[in-house]
């Protein structure tokens, strides 16, 4: 079973920092582009960062200097330190995924869990 499992969120007071893992497991053959998005109470799901297999990066404005994503293909995993946090980042984490499977031999795009951040005094 191809899955990914998120790690790393928790309380932080504004201003402080965090990291989050995204380890991708199962039979997989390759993995494409892997990003976070976020999902903060009554709004809708956004993009916070993404990367490619190459390693170019995308990020959304809101994020810009404070955060950077990275990823270890040999691990299958990809990380996203948040540094100088606001009480606005607040929200549900979740890791996506475009890879390639073996037996059966497919292309998925998966989700992880969603891990919360909150930043608060």
């Known amino acids: 079973q191809v899955q990914l499992v998120e790690s790393g969120g928790g309380l932080v007071q504004p201003g402080g920092s965090l990291r989050l893992s995204c380890a991708a497991s199962?039979?997989?053959?390759?993995?494409?582009?892997m990003g976070w998005y976020r999902q903060a109470p009554g709004k809708e799901r956004e993009l916070v960062a993404a990367?490619?297999?190459?390693?170019?990066?995308n990020y959304a404005d809101s994020v810009k200097g404070r955060f950077r994503i990275s990823r270890d293909n040999a691990k299958n995993t990809v990380y996203l330190q948040m540094n100088s946090l606001k009480p606005e980042d607040t929200a549900a984490y979740y890791c996506?995924?475009?890879?390639?499977?073996?037996?059966?031999?497919?292309?998925?795009?998966?989700w992880g869990q969603g891990t919360l951040v909150t930043v608060s005094s």
């Open positions: 996506n995924a475009a890879l390639t499977t073996s037996a059966p031999y497919r292309y998925l795009v998966l």
């Open positions: 199962g039979n997989i053959i390759s993995i494409n582009n």
């Open positions: 990367i490619t297999s190459g390693g170019t990066t």
